[in-house]
Each structure stands twice: as C-alpha cells, then as structure tokens.
C-alpha cells in the first residue's frame, strides 16, 4: 500500500505558477504510476495528468497540454505538478493518486488516493 501526501498549493493570480508535489511513503511507490485529479466545487473529479511508473510516459487533459507538466523523481518518492499561465479556471483540490492503467483515465478506478491541496487562481 502507498500513502501519498500532497503539497504546494496556494493562492495565485491568473498568469502564475505553482508547483505541486505529491510524497509518497511505502516500498512499492517506484511500481505505480501516478495521476493528478482535480475536483472543482460543484463538479465532478477530472483526471489533470498521469505518468508511468519510470517516468517514460506521460499523459494529459486537453485542459492543461501545454501549460502543466508533470515528472517524478523515484530516488525523493515524489511525483511533481509543474502548473505554469495559471486559468481561474484551474481552481479546485488536487489530488494525487495510484493507478495501475491508462484505461483508469476513463473508467476513475484509481487506488490510493492523498488528501489533497488546494489551488485558488484568481483573475
């Protein structure tokens, strides 16, 4: 099992950045790819970006392509969320979360999941 912490959300104007990281503890955590998930209030969860267990690939909503980025360093446990030209639109809880598919983009079946962090871009 993986337990996964979320951190470096914030408040920011629309144009900035911030990065999250999403820490994990447990041995299998170089084993699961990882996706960033958002929930904005009122609506429902949206699969922001995802990366395979060694880094070798990496997909995203047609939402972020361009402006977020995602990476991992399995040496920290870390996964990161580059979010750079920062949208009102982007505001909602990021979540960070194992999966064991891409097929999981579509069908939500995610695994273990962090507590999340809140971004809030204002305009």
């Known amino acids: 099992q993986v337990q996964l912490v979320e951190s470096g959300g914030g408040s920011v104007q629309a144009g900035g950045s911030l990065r999250l990281s999403c820490t994990a503890s447990?041995?299998?955590?170089?084993?699961?790819?990882i996706a960033w998930v958002r929930q904005a209030p009122g609506k429902e969860r949206e699969f922001v970006a995802g990366?395979?267990?060694?880094?070798?690939?990496?997909n995203y909503a047609d939402s972020v392509k361009g402006r977020f980025t995602i990476s991992r360093d399995n040496a920290k446990n870390t996964v990161y969320l580059q979010m750079n030209n920062l949208k009102p639109e982007d505001t909602a809880v990021y979540y960070c979360?194992?999966?064991?598919?891409?097929?999981?983009?579509?069908?939500?079946?995610?695994?273990?999941w962090g507590q999340g962090t809140q971004v809030t871009v204002s305009s």
């Open positions: 979360a194992t999966f064991t598919s891409w097929r999981t983009i579509v069908t939500g079946d995610f695994g273990s």
């Open positions: 990366i395979s267990q060694y880094g070798t690939s990496s």
């Open positions: 447990g041995r299998t955590f170089s084993t699961s790819a």
